[in-house]
């Protein structure tokens, strides 16, 4: 396999080298994002760019901007979001196993005096 083939879709060549008969005994354990990783990085060396510059392009491309619309993002492009999105929750998500797992959370909220109004709610129903 030529990196340079893969060189702009690094998500493909983690693929293609997960996936090969050949290497999957040794990868099985490497998850996907980690080896789409190296070859962000061997991209950026490839292509003259400092290790600060490499990491800084990939810490873009792997975080949500909590401001950024998502409905104007491409298909490809979506799908990378909801899996990191799906990666923070899993890695945040307290299972039974865990031990600071409670069943039971009980959680005060503040008193209607304390709520912030929205506009959209405070119109009386005749309205409608």
């Known amino acids: 396999m030529s990196f340079l083939y893969f060189s702009q879709d690094c998500t493909r060549a983690a693929e293609q080298l997960k996936n090969n008969p050949r290497h999957k005994s040794y ?16 991209r950026g060396y490839l292509s003259g760019q400092s290790l600060a510059e490499t990491m800084e392009q990939i810490r873009r491309e792997t975080t949500i901007d909590p ?13 990378k ?8 929750f899993e890695k945040n998500q307290k ?34």
């Open 27 to 42: 990868l099985e354990q490497v998850s996907l994002r980690q080896l789409e990783k190296l070859f962000s990085f061997l």
């Open 67 to 79: 401001e950024e619309d998502l409905n104007k993002l491409d298909d490809k492009e979506l799908a």
């Open 81 to 88: 979001r909801k899996s990191i999105m799906d990666e923070l």
């Open 95 to 128: 299972k039974k196993d865990d031990p600071n797992f409670v069943y039971d959370i009980e959680v005060e909220f503040p008193q209607d005096d304390q709520l912030q109004s929205c506009g959209w709610d405070t119109e009386s129903a005749d309205e409608f």
